[in-house]
C-alpha cells in the first residue's frame, strides 16, 4: 500500500490483514486470504459495530490437532479469530487486551489465550466459541504503559475499519522498514520555525509535498523534539491529527488520551545494541578490519563535514541528534531536514541499489535511498582523506555507528545455564558477575537448588541473596549443587529489577520461597503470609470456598481410589481413602 500515494489517499486503508497457507504437499494452490473479508477498502470508515468484527494486529496462530480450524489471536482487536482449513472465517470470540499466545487442548475442547496487555488467560470453549473463564495473574507494568498503550496498539479504538493502528507502521512502537509518500496535494505550506543551521536560518517553509519518508521509530523520542524527519512537529500531540486523517477515526484523541499516549512512548526504550561488548565497551573489531573505537575518536574530533563541523557536533551524543535542523542548500537535499538520532542504524541494513535481491526495500536517510552508511560518507560535503585511508576512515565510522550505545545497557538479557560440567558455562557466568560487579546491571539467578525451585538476586563481590528472607549464598555454594538436571540459570537484568525478578515476583514484601514454605501464593500480592486462611491450615477445604462441608466430603467419595497427586488425597498416601474422609470430618466446619 505505499505504492498508493498521499497521505488522503491512505485515509483506513493503508493496509490489509492477510493469512498465507502453504497446503503440505501442494495438492492445492497456496492461498492468500484477507481475513477481513466484511471490509469495503472504497470507504475510509464504518460504524463502530462492523469495526468490532475486524481482526487487527495477529500475533499468534494455532490449529487444532486434526488440522480441522486455526484459531489467530488479534492483538489490536482483542479477539480471536477462528479460521477454517481453507482460511474462511468460521468464528470469533472477544477476548481480554492484548491478546498474543494461543494454546489448544483438544481433549477438554478448551483453547486458552494469554492476553497479555490485560495480564489474563482466557478460557475459551473451542466447540461453542465463548469464552468461559478469564482468569488474571499478577502483572508488573506500570500504569504509564497500561494506560497509554491502547493509542498505539488499538485497531477497533483508533481506525475507521478497525484494523489498522498506529502500530501497524510503527510496529511494537518501532519501524516497519517501509518508506510512505504521505504528502497532502490540497495541503497549506507551513511556517518555518525551528532552529536552523546552529541559529544562522536559511530554511524553507514546509511543503505539504513531501516526498517519500521511512517510517521512524517512536523509541526515544520523548526528549528529542522537534520530531519527524523534517522536524514539523514541535510535540506527539501534533500527530494527533493523523488518526482521522490517515487512520480514518472519527475523533482525534482528547487531551487526557494524547497524554496517556505520550507517558507510554516516553517508556519505550532501545534493546541492546549487539554489536557492543558485554560490559558495554566498544570492540575492538566490527565486520572485517573495522575499528569502531577509532570510529568514536574520527566521529568527535575531526571536522570531516566541509571541513568544519565534527559529526558530533550535530549528531550529538548521547543520543545522535541535537535537535536543530539543517538547510536543504547545506544538505544538498530538495528540503531541510532534521539532525536523526543515531541508535538504531544497524537496524537499517540489508538494502543494496546494485543488486536485485534485498534483504529490505530501504536503507538509510529520509527516504531510504542509500544503501549503507559507507556509501552516505561518499558524498561531496565530507572531506574524508583520499583513497584506501579515506574509506578506512569511512569504515571505522560506520563500524562505530553500528555499535552506537542505546540506553539500555549491552549486557541486559545476557544469560547462561550451569549445570556444573561445562567450563565454558561457567567462565560465561563469572563474566556476568563481573559485570554485575560494575554497578550499572543487576544479576539474578532461578534454578533448582537441594530439590527446590530457587531463586537469588547478586549482591556483588560473589554473593546471591535468596529468596528465603536473610539466606546469603556464595556463587560457589551454587556451583556445588549445580547438576545436569538440577541447572542455575543466570541472566543480566536492569538495576533495580532483581528483587522483582529474583526473589519476590508479585512485590509484596514477601519472598518467594518464604511465601511457599507458608502455603500462600507469590505471584498473587493479595495472597502472604498471615494474611488469612492458607490451604496449610485448612488442607480438608478441597473447594477452597472457606470452610469444610458437604462439597468437600463428595469431592473426597468422588475420587475414591487411587489418585495420586490429586487435592483430594490429604494424607499423600497415593489414593483416596478413609483418612481423608476421616481428616474431612475433623475439619468441619468454616476454616480459621
Not at 67 to 94: F, K, Q
Not at 143 to 160: E, F, Q, V, W
Not at 223 to 234: A, K, M, V, Y
Not at 546 to 558: K, P, R
Request: charged fraction near 20%; proline fraction near 6%; hydrophobic fraction near 35%.
Amino acid at each position: 500500500f505505499n505504492e498508493i500515494r498521499f497521505e488522503p489517499n491512505l485515509q483506513g486503508r493503508f493496509g490489509t490483514v492477510m493469512a498465507a497457507g502453504v497446503p503440505a504437499g501442494g495438492a492445492i494452490p497456496n492461498m492468500l486470504v484477507d481475513l477481513n473479508p466484511h471490509l469495503d477498502y472504497t470507504v475510509p470508515t464504518i460504524p463502530q459495530t462492523e469495526r468490532d468484527l475486524s481482526l487487527g494486529d495477529p500475533r499468534g496462530v494455532a490449529w487444532r490437532g486434526d488440522g480441522s480450524a486455526a484459531y489467530v489471536t488479534g492483538m489490536g482487536s482483542n479477539n480471536l479469530l477462528v479460521l477454517s482449513p481453507a482460511l474462511d472465517r468460521i468464528g470469533l470470540v472477544e477476548v481480554g487486551e492484548g491478546p498474543t499466545g494461543v494454546a489448544v487442548n483438544d481433549a477438554a475442547e478448551l483453547l486458552y489465550v494469554l492476553d497479555k496487555f490485560e495480564g489474563a488467560i482466557s478460557v475459551v470453549d473451542a466447540d461453542g466459541l465463548t469464552e468461559i473463564d478469564r482468569v488474571p495473574f499478577y502483572d508488573p507494568t506500570p500504569a504509564a504503559i497500561k494506560n497509554g498503550r491502547p493509542h498505539l496498539y488499538d485497531t477497533h479504538r483508533t481506525s475507521g475499519l478497525g484494523h489498522l493502528s498506529c502500530a501497524s507502521c510503527h510496529i511494537d512502537g518501532r519501524m516497519d522498514q517501509v518508506a510512505w509518500d504521505l504528502g497532502d496535494p490540497s495541503g497549506s505550506v507551513q511556517a518555518f520555525d525551528q532552529v536552523c543551521n546552529f541559529g544562522l536560518g536559511g530554511c524553507e517553509d514546509w511543503h505539504p509535498m513531501k516526498g517519500p519518508m521511512t517510517t521512524q521509530t517512536l523509541v526515544g523520542i520523548i526528549g528529542t523534539e522537534p520530531l519527524h524527519w523534517r522536524g514539523d512537529r514541535n510535540a506527539l500531540a501534533d500527530f494527533n491529527g493523523a488518526f482521522e486523517s490517515l487512520m480514518g477515526d472519527d475523533t482525534q484523541l482528547t487531551g487526557g488520551e494524547m497524554n496517556q499516549f505520550k507517558a507510554f512512548v516516553a517508556t519505550l526504550t532501545y534493546p541492546p545494541n549487539p554489536y557492543r561488548n558485554l560490559d558495554g565497551s566498544l570492540p575492538t573489531e566490527l565486520f572485517t578490519g573495522a575499528d569502531p573505537a577509532n570510529g568514536e575518536t574520527l566521529y568527535t574530533q575531526i571536522a570531516f563535514d566541509q571541513g568544519a563541523l565534527r559529526c558530533s557536533d550535530c549528531h550529538a551524543l548521547p543520543t545522535g541528534t541535537n535537535g536543530e535542523l539543517t538547510s536543504a542548500l547545506l544538505l544538498q537535499e530538495s528540503q531541510s531536514f532534521k539532525i536523526p538520532q543515531l541508535r538504531n542504524m544497524h537496524e537499517k541494513t540489508g538494502f543494496d541499489r546494485t543488486s536485485l535481491t534485498n534483504h529490505r526495500g530501504f536503507g538509510f536517510v529520509h527516504d531510504g535511498s542509500t544503501s549503507s552508511l559507507f556509501d552516505f560518507l561518499q558524498a561531496d560535503v565530507f572531506t574524508f582523506a583520499s583513497g584506501p585511508a579515506g574509506d578506512q576512515q569511512r569504515r571505522d565510522i560506520e563500524a562505530f555507528l553500528f555499535a552506537f550505545a542505546t540506553d539500555t545497557h549491552a549486557g541486559i538479557g545476557a544469560q547462561v545455564t550451569v549445570d556444573g560440567t561445562d567450563a565454558e558455562a561457567i567462565a560465561r557466568r563469572d563474566a556476568l558477575l563481573a559485570v554485575a560487579d560494575g554497578g550499572d546491571v543487576g544479576l539474578v539467578a532461578k534454578g533448582l537448588y537441594l530439590g527446590l525451585e530457587r531463586g537469588f538476586a547478586y549482591l556483588g563481590a560473589g554473593l546471591f541473596e535468596s529468596d528465603r528472607e536473610g539466606e546469603i549464598f556464595a556463587t560457589v555454594t551454587l556451583d556445588v549443587f549445580a547438576a545436569p538436571g538440577a541447572e542455575m540459570t543466570y541472566t543480566i537484568v536492569p538495576l533495580g529489577s532483581e528483587t522483582r525478578i529474583g526473589l519476590d515476583r508479585d512485590e509484596d514484601g514477601f519472598f518467594d520461597r518464604d511465601e511457599i514454605d507458608a502455603c500462600t501464593d507469590p505471584a498473587d500480592p493479595a495472597s502472604f503470609p498471615g494474611g488469612g486462611p492458607t490451604e496449610c491450615d485448612c488442607p480438608a477445604d478441597i473447594d477452597g470456598s472457606g470452610d469444610v462441608g458437604f462439597t468437600d466430603l463428595l469431592q473426597v467419595l468422588s475420587v475414591w481410589g487411587v489418585c495420586g497427586g490429586c487435592p483430594e488425597d490429604l494424607d499423600g498416601s497415593g489414593d483416596v481413602g478413609f483418612t481423608d474422609l476421616l481428616q474431612v470430618l475433623s475439619q468441619w466446619g468454616p476454616c480459621s
